[in-house]
């Protein structure tokens, strides 16, 4: 399949999952819990609609392409030489609240020896399910989006708009690591919790904030003493970002002149694409200006070492 095909199908997909959950956005017979997906992660009837679309619209349009879902894993036809990482909703739950931080995540990256990484990912969708707003980014070929990509100058911490995400992570954990940036931004900021990775970025890109950060995989593994509450919280899983959350996300930031690196400020090129659980769970730190990230992986950095001698003492 050549590459503007391959474009427009990720589009045509991410447009038609978005049209199949919109009708649902809000509604209270959406929140009925089904199975646990292959992620670990809770599974509502809003979801399986999700994924009964995906499954469909590929058997008709690409049977020959691989594909992975959070709920489904992997599907690898004989002979599939690409593979499509889906999200049908990145923001389950402020879908089922009707809130706008609900999008479709769609990627699409060649399969090789079968174990591609984030650094292959070479088309990337985003539409967000209420706005229908799109972004579409193909590897070298710059973002195409529905609003203007307005990065932000802004570099004073104490005026920070920025985003993270309690869903699965444990609050007290959490808040000894992204605590102080909570209070130096409160008051001539703004700090969110929106509930969708991929929502997160695109309003790096729109300008509307100006960092998305995601620390719990370096949590793990820098104070592997966190990973119980995790799993605590977790009911037994860990809930971090998974690839299928972050790959269509990490590419559009990309293409859209972001800052993208995991919150040590390594880049996420080569961790593995398909799969979930912690080992290919990743932190993500995203900003909108080089030196604002620089001052945000430090702020990191002391926050796992706090982490550090808090977890020390207990």
Not at 69 to 74: K, P, V
Not at 180 to 188: E, K, Q, Y
Not at 210 to 237: C, K, N, Q, S, Y
Not at 248 to 277: F, H, K, N, Q, Y
């Amino acid at each position: 399949m050549s590459d503007p095909a391959l474009r427009d199908l990720c589009v045509d997909l991410a447009r038609a999952l978005a049209a199949r959950v919109r009708p649902e956005l809000g509604a209270h017979a959406g929140r009925r819990h089904g199975e646990v997906g292959a992620g670990g992660d809770v599974t509502f009837r809003i979801d399986e609609g999700a994924e009964e679309e995906l499954a469909a619209f590929l058997a008709t349009r690409a049977p020959h392409l691989a594909w992975y879902s959070e709920d489904q894993g992997l599907i690898r036809p004989d002979g599939a030489d690409t593979v499509l990482v889906v999200d049908p909703i990145d923001g389950t739950r402020p879908a089922l609240a009707g809130f706008e931080a609900a999008c479709v995540s769609v990627a699409a990256a060649p399969l090789g020896d079968g174990a591609p990484t984030m650094g292959d990912v070479t088309v990337g969708v985003i539409v967000e399910i209420k706005t229908g707003r799109e972004y579409i980014a193909v590897r070298g070929g710059g973002l195409e989006s529905t609003d203007p990509v307005r990065l932000s100058p802004t570099t004073d911490l104490d005026r920070l708009f920025w985003t993270f995400g309690f869903r699965g992570r444990p609050a007290r954990e959490l808040i000894e690591v992204v605590g102080d940036l909570i209070d130096r931004s409160s008051v001539g900021g703004g700090v969110f919790d929106l509930g969708s990775a991929c929502f997160d970025s695109v309003c790096v890109l729109t300008g509307q904030l100006d960092a998305f950060l995601e620390p719990g995989p370096r949590m793990i593994d820098e104070v592997p003493a966190t990973r119980a509450a995790f799993e605590r919280v977790g009911d037994g899983a860990v809930l971090n970002n998974s690839p299928y959350d972050l790959a269509a996300a990490v590419l559009c930031l990309e293409e859209g002149g972001a800052v993208v690196t995991d919150c040590a400020g390594r880049s996420l090129d080569d961790r593995p694409l398909l799969g979930s659980g912690h080992d290919f769970q990743m932190s993500i730190l995203a900003s909108a200006n080089a030196d604002l990230h620089a001052k945000l992986v430090q702020e990191m950095d002391r926050g796992i070492a706090r982490l550090a001698r808090t977890a020390g003492a207990t």
